[in-house]
Each structure stands twice: as C-alpha cells, then as structure tokens.
C-alpha cells in the first residue's frame, strides 16, 4: 500500500510503545472490523466492532504486563479469530443465522475468519463502497468511515468536528440503523454500476480529506492522520483494477499534492502559515513526484473531472514561482472547474487568479459581480485586490470579512491582513 | 440563450489566433459560471457543416446565400433579458465587425432562461 508504507515503513520503527499501541490500534481495528463485518453480514455490525474492541482491550491488559509481543499484529490477529470463534459458540443462534446466510454447512467453530493481507484489503473496499451508499447522508458515511475504516475512536472524531461525543454517538448510530434499513450488502459493486459508485466513494474521500486538512482541531497529528486515511483509502482503489479508474488516480495527485505542504502550513504554534509565507524548503517533494505520477495516469480516458481540474491547479501550486504563466494556467483551469461544477471558493479563487493575469481591476469589477457577500472570503479577497489601490477600502473589507469570519483560524488570519494593512498605510 | 453569429464563416484563422480566441472565450464563460449562471454551450465548428435546403439539395457549408452562420452558443440563467444583454457584452465574438450576440428566452415551462 503506497501511503501505509510512507508511514509504518520507518515510522514503526522510530515509533516508541506509547506511540505504537494507539497507531496499530487504529489501522488493526478498521482491519479486524472490515473482515468480521463482511463475514458476520452488515446487520452485526456492531458485534464486530465490539469484538474488535475486546481484543485491543486484550491487547493492552496482557501487553501491559507482559510486555509488547514480537509481532503484535499476528497476536491480534489470533485474539481476534479465538474472540470471534467464542462469540459464534457462545451465541448459536447468531451464528446459525450467520451461517444460513453464507450458505455453509461448516461448524461455526471452524468457520474460517481470513486476515490476511487480500482478504482485507477487499474488505476494506467493498466496505467503503457499502459506507458510501448514495442513500446514506454524506455526513453519516464521513462519520462511518472514520470509525469503521479508519478506526478512529469516538472522541477524536469528535474533536475533528469539533463537537462532543454524544453527538458523533448519536450520528454513528442513526448511520449504521440507515445501513440496516437500507439493507445495503457488503459487497463489491456490479462491473456496469462501479462508476457511478465510484464517485460517491470519490467524494466521501474528498471531504475526508478536507476535513482532516482544513479541521479547526488544535490537534495537529490528528489533523494529518484524517488526511493520511483519506489518502489510504484513495490508495485501496488505485490497486484494485476495477477502481484504478482516472478519477480515482486524480483525487489521490490531489491529495499528494495539498499534503506535500503539511510541514509547511502550520508553524510551531499550530498557526497557519498562508501559502505566500511558507518555507518551500519544508514542501514534500517525494509526495510532489508521487502526486505528479498519479496525475499523469489520470490523463488516460477523455473524461475530465473536477478532480483532474483541482489536481491540474495544485500541482501549478507546486512551484511557488508567482509568473504570469502559472497564473494563466491557474485561470484556464478554474474556468473549466467552474464550468463542470459551481462553487464559492472556486469562484473566488478564480478571480483571486484573474487579477494575477489581468490585473487587479478588472478582478475587482469581476468579484463584484460574484454576489457572495455572507462569505467572509469574499471580503478577504475584495480587501486584497483593494490593497495598493484604494487602502481605506481595503480596510473596511477586511473588517466586514473579521465580523462574518466563524473560525478562528480564519478571524486570525484576517487580523494579520489587517495588521500588515496598517504597518504597510498607516492613517 | 445567447448566439454567436459570425459575418463570414468563411474566413479562415491561424491555429494562434483560434487559440487566442478560446482563451478569451474561456476567460468570459468563466466569468459567468463564477456568478453560478452559466448552464452549458457548444462551439460550432464551420468545418463539415452542411446546409439541406427546401428541395432536398444538400451544399457545403452554411454559407453562400446566407450572409451570417452561427459558430457556437452558450446558454446562461440570468434573471432578467438585461442581465443576459450584460453577459453578451463581455463575449469576444463581438471583437470581430459585423459579428453579433443574439440574446434570445428558451422557452421553458420553469420560468425564464
């Protein structure tokens, strides 16, 4: 897997026990989840999970005082198979329903529960596509995805959304009873629908990723874990021939491309680095290449997706070079977005591109046009286009920006504008 | 609806200048989808057109008789026939003499587009 072999490859190893049990919690959790759900049928959902549990609980009783085993994930592995082997003989009602379904005759206590590595990466898979089920609230497959694809545990989603733990509680289980009802399969989808599928799985993973990257959590590693499981996830389509599709291969360049700054965005404080003020140096210029090999393999098939378009214009970000060139690619690129799919930000991004090339006038008779005046960002980008030319109003943007702002990521950004705004005119 | 008749669709034009012109055409269809009021259009290339007349004889080309042809449209949600005038203002078509933008209502059920 290209993104957890980024990590666990030398990351396990510097990784010290503190640091080891609640990563290997996380990535074996979704794992042993993945592959009980599948066996067990959608509707235990739960009893899967809650297996997982007790073997982490297991986990952490008998490695506190035996110490960590040589390879602790074949010893989940183990706890997890004799766990799920007690609770099929111990209920044989479910397990005769569970076993009724796979149309086995086999003693439950034989039942095969098969962790290795193909076993659960498609089950991993044809999860996410059950996860991202077009009749489940896109905010409910989010929620779901974290806990059950990527194990996240209920208060650092929480923490992510920033929000309490009874509300994710009560989401996760409003979205596993709209699974039951539903009654979605878990299953890989039929050749002639993976397309459609696909999309709603791309755009889970897309606002995964955003979450982790734009999320207001003070928590910076648990910031970038968000990200690197939207990117884990992405991966899994990559090595499955049927969803290594050019969509897939953009989404993932995109990501590659936006993580490529992780370092560079936050200074020591966990404040935002705007991307003017970043240290190049710090960019990942390994996870640049990768992105620039993924973009590449989008370009096969003669769709082009927003994907592709969002990728194309994060990779001219990749060079920090403020030419008239790049920014003229940046323009043509967001016309084409906005043309495929409207949104703010694009909107306003594109103007912010079209003053680069032509000039901050014409941007700002543009920008006025745009009619976004609840959107803070909107006054952001009027208060910069004003600056230099007319100051005093420049001011008053970024003050109508700092009264609408909700973040306070974002009032603290604009706060700095404001202040460099002063020192730079003083009135 | 607005339409892009050409005075003479028989010029022909530099790869360069073709470029230049989808430039400026991207340029003005963005700025309208940046205002979420572009719905879709197409450009109509002059190359293999054909023109089927009352009697069933088939020329070349939408030219000869007829003086403008058309070379592309795109359709926008404006509110009102002054807006969509607006839009058609900002089109690079109308850089060429001669040329212009007819700004017509497609006739929907849903209201004006």
Partial sequence: ?427 | MLIFRHQDGQKVASPEQIQVWMKQTMDWIGGIAAQNKYSGGNGLPFEDARVVRHDKVVTNGPFGDIKETIGGYIIVKADSVEEAVEFAKGSPVLQGEGNTVEVRRIAREDGIH
């Fill in chain 1, 1 to 427: 897997m290209v993104f957890t072999d980024i990590r666990s490859g030398h990351a396990l190893k510097d990784m010290n026990d503190r640091e080891l049990i609640p990563h290997l919690f996380r990535t074996e959790y979704s794992k042993i989840t993945a592959v009980l759900c599948k066996l067990f049928g959608l509707e235990h959902i739960e009893i899967a999970e809650d297996i997982a549990s007790e073997t982490f609980l297991s986990a952490l009783e008998t490695w506190t005082y035996n110490g960590i085993p040589a390879n602790p994930t074949a010893w989940l592995y183990a706890v997890a198979k004799n766990k799920a082997r007690n609770h099929l003989a111990r209920h044989r009602t479910f397990a005769d329903k569970v076993v009724a379904q796979l149309k086995q005759s086999q003693e439950p206590q034989e039942m095969e529960i098969d962790l290795s590595v193909r076993n659960i990466s498609d089950s991993q898979l044809q999860m996410l596509f059950t996860i991202c089920h077009p009749a489940i609230p896109t905010e409910a497959q989010i929620g779901l995805a974290l806990r059950i694809l990527c194990g996240f545990g209920i208060d650092e989603i929480a923490s992510a959304f920033l929000t309490n733990k009874e509300a994710i509680n009560k989401r996760l289980f409003r979205a596993r009873e709209q699974l039951r009802d539903e009654s979605i399969r878990i299953e890989f989808p039929a050749e002639p629908e993976i397309k459609d599928r696909l999309e709603a799985v791309l755009t889970t993973l897309y606002l995964l990723f955003s979450e982790g990257y734009y999320s207001e959590s003070r928590d910076p590693v648990l910031r970038e874990e968000l990200c690197i499981e939207a990117m884990r996830l992405t991966s899994l389509l990559i090595e499955n021939d049927q969803t290594n599709l050019p969509a897939a291969n953009a989404l993932l360049a995109l990501m590659c491309f936006h993580a490529s700054r992780f370092k560079a965005r936050r200074d020591k404080e966990g404040m935002v680095v705007l991307y003017d003020d970043q240290d190049e140096t710090l960019w990942d210029q390994e996870l640049i290449a990768k992105g620039a090999a993924f973009l590449h393999r989008a370009t096969k098939g003669n769709r082009v997706t927003k994907y592709h378009l969002e990728a194309g214009i994060a990779y001219k970000h990749t060079a920090k070079a403020d030419t008239k060139e790049k920014w003229d690619g940046i323009l043509q690129l967001y016309n084409k977005l906005l043309v495929i799919e409207y949104s703010p930000i694009a909107a306003l991004n594109r103007t912010y591109a079209l003053s680069k090339v032509k000039g901050k006038e014409e941007a700002i008779a543009e920008a006025e046009k745009l009619n976004l005046s609840d959107n803070h960002f909107y006054f952001t980008l009027l208060g910069e286009l004003y600056k230099g030319i007319d100051n005093a109003t420049a001011m008053d943007n970024f003050q109508k920006a700092l009264l609408i702002a909700r973040t306070n990521t974002d009032k603290e950004t604009i706060r700095r504008k404001i202040k460099d705004l002063q020192l730079q005119a003083p009135r």
